[in-house]
């Protein structure tokens, strides 16, 4: 992406000044962080305190989709071959193991669904945030 398509993607809405992504942000990592500060900022939650906390999260959706698109074009496992003499014979072994990406896309999910957890942006969260929100007084509230 060039400065000037740079420079065309929206800022995340609402946000303001208090979440502007690091510079050491991918542009998709850029297109990530704003739509994380845009939760947010519908939320009113959006501030600057967060922004190291939201560029990581972006940064480890990004390592997740990229570690995906890996394994969908290479698949989960691969072969090792070993070749080594026994008794004056070679003797040929394969071991068929787990990609190393499946390890770190592990690592990846579980620490962005922490990060998510940490921002309250999951549902289990949002369920915590709605409790917090009192109804309006009715007729019923004697039972």
């Known amino acids: 992406m060039t400065a000037a398509e740079r420079a065309r993607v929206p800022p995340a809405i609402g946000a303001g000044e208090a979440m502007v992504p690091p510079i050491h942000l991918s542009d ?11 939760l947010l900022a519908v939320q009113g939650r959006a501030e600057a305190q967060f922004v190291q906390i939201v560029a990581l999260l972006a940064m480890r ?41 499946v ?10 669904q922490s990060l998510l957890g940490e921002l309250m942006l999951s549902p289990s969260a949002a369920m915590k945030l709605a409790s917090g ?6 007729d019923f509230d004697d039972f």
């Open 61 to 101: 959706l990004e390592q997740i989709q990229r570690f995906q698109a890996v394994l969908e074009m290479t698949g989960d496992t691969c072969t090792s071959t070993t070749v080594r003499k026994v008794d004056g014979q070679q003797v040929v072994t394969e071991m068929i193991r787990a990609r190393p990406e």
């Open 103 to 112: 390890a770190m896309l592990s690592d990846a999910m579980r620490q962005a």
């Open 133 to 138: 929100k009192k109804d309006a007084p009715g």
């Open 28 to 38: 998709l990592g850029r297109l990530m962080f704003n739509q994380i500060a845009d």
